[in-house]
């Protein structure tokens, strides 16, 4: 099934296609965006409408002339993708409990198209399951742009205890994407390693032998936790005995939220959709008392299967040992590291400590400053970089302690997690700036090389973003100098990897 994108004007897109195989053999359909989308639309096509053969057949050479003649008259050209003249879409997979789409990411588009003020860059905000696990979440995104129902696998579906198939998105948001016409990805948290999953997914398999992963052009992350965060075991996951959770705990609370939530899905605005359609959680599916039995011990939050075990160390290990995260020859990865701890001034072997004008951000502060002082020596495993790796550096009574890397954060992830999946002496990476004085080893020039030239195959960890915390470059927008920079520069370095592609 491939569709045919038409640009009818600056707000709306057409995307026609023919012999919608999910729907009927003989399905046409018209799928209508329009840009920006109603906020209450969160990134869903405004209209699809589905059309018989003939009727179908008739139409698309209708909207066809009348777009060819249009294109014509204002001087537009019909989208082709990275063959043709339209920049390749941008893909934005949101992070923990994100599902707010454009609304909140602001007026970023300006800044992103800055050089493709004639032909702008399409964006596509995706809806996956805000708590979900990463496997969920990969799936979920996966059939939001192709369309059709999702499939989460029938071993990962038995193992886990839910429905293997969860809605049906009608028809997804890039039906044409294919190795031929691919898809940048931007994550924000969570966002990040979402897409790491589903390219790990489409390599394994798992979506069939017509997907590839050279479907993901480009991985953008920021302030992702590859690698896993002891933030999750702060607010509540048992650093012994993970995926349970302290029954007192701000995770704890947050598991019974989504509970209550779920519960009453089907009265509730799109922006609270859970995406727990497998998991049947909704009064239509359970009794008052089943929900209950949820809040006092939750199937779903207190499961390897949820958004909360998939960032411990533990699991970040297990998904390496597994190969997850092994660069793709062909895909283009860069990383966006934030930072608002600082070394104390009166302990030189690596403590940090939170800038105080991050006190303005509470929940930040407060979580930071607990990150500079997590004791690893809990955990239970004990995570693979304290057990294969030598200490970044010796005291002089002989004890070891770890580096920087594991002491300065975000507020919610160390900056070791945010630079990519697997450490660095177990992939390809190139570090710019002062992310880990003992990996520098490209100068300026080397980095605006790269942003001229990118290279496939290798994570470019970017110049660290100094005195930032978690969301000080996404999602909220507030139009601050970092915030146009870092659109501005992600907007040139897409279009760099547009062109590395054609060529
Ligand atoms: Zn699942
Ligand atoms: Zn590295």
């Given at each position: 099934m491939r569709g045919t994108t038409i640009k009818l004007g600056l707000r709306s897109r057409l995307v026609i296609g023919g012999r919608y195989p999910r729907l009927n053999k003989h399905t046409s359909y018209f799928h209508l965006h329009l840009f920006p989308p109603p906020p209450w639309s969160a990134g869903q096509p405004q209209a699809n409408i589905y059309l018989g053969r003939r009727a179908g057949r008739l139409a698309s050479i209708i909207v066809s002339h009348y777009s060819s003649s249009r294109a014509r008259h204002c001087g537009m050209t019909r989208s082709t993708g990275p063959e043709g003249l339209e920049p390749m879409p941008l893909v934005i997979v949101q992070g923990f409990l994100g599902n707010t789409g454009r609304w909140l990411w602001g007026d970023f588009e300006r800044h992103l198209n800055r050089d493709l003020k004639s032909t702008p860059r399409r964006t596509i905000f995706v809806s996956v399951g805000p708590v979900s696990s990463l496997h969920d979440r990969a799936c979920e995104l996966y059939y939001s742009l192709l369309g059709g129902t999702v499939d989460y696998g029938e071993e990962h579906s038995t193992t886990h205890k839910h429905a293997r198939y969860g809605r049906n998105i009608g028809l997804g948001q890039y039906p044409e994407w294919s190795p031929s016409r691919p898809l940048h990805f931007l994550g924000h948290s969570i966002g990040g390693p979402t897409i790491i999953k589903l390219q790990s997914l489409i390599k394994q398999g798992h979506f069939g032998p017509s997907a590839h992963p050279k479907m993901i052009v480009s991985v953008n992350a920021v302030s992702a936790p590859f690698r896993g965060t002891q933030a999750v075991y702060i607010l509540g996951e048992r650093p012994d005995a993970a995926p349970a959770v302290n029954p007192l705990s701000v995770g704890a609370l947050v598991g019974k939220g989504v509970h209550i939530l779920s519960f009453l899905s089907p009265l509730l605005p799109r922006v609270f959709d859970l995406h727990g359609d497998c998991r049947s959680l909704t009064y239509r599916d359970i009794s008052v008392l089943s929900l209950l039995k949820q809040l006092w011990k939750s199937d779903w939050a207190e499961s390897r299967d949820a958004t909360p075990f998939d960032v411990t160390f533990q699991a970040a290990d297990e998904r390496e040992l597994m190969g997850e995260g092994d660069v793709e020859p062909e895909t283009f990865y860069q990383s966006h590291v934030a930072r608002m701890t600082q070394r104390s001034?009166?302990?030189?072997f690596g403590a940090h400590t939170p800038s105080l004008r991050h006190i303005m951000s509470p929940f930040l502060y407060i979580l930071s400053r607990l990150l500079c002082t997590f004791d690893y020596s809990n955990l239970q495993p004990p995570p693979s970089f304290l057990t294969q790796r030598a200490p970044a550096r010796s005291v002089p009574d002989g004890d070891s302690i770890m580096g920087d890397e594991y002491w300065a954060n975000d507020g919610v992830v160390p900056i070791f997690s945010q630079w990519h999946p697997l450490p660095c002496g177990r992939t390809r990476c190139r570090h710019f700036g002062p992310v880990a004085p003992e990996l520098v080893e490209y100068t300026d020039n080397d980095y605006h090389r790269d942003r001229v030239t990118p290279r496939p195959g290798i994570w470019c960890v970017n110049w660290q973003e100094e005195d930032a915390n978690h969301m000080s470059l996404l999602p909220l927008w507030t139009g601050t100098s970092r915030q146009r920079r870092f659109w501005e520069q992600l907007g040139r370095w897409l279009l760099a990897v547009d062109k590395a592609f054609v060529h």
């Open positions: 001034r009166s302990d030189q």
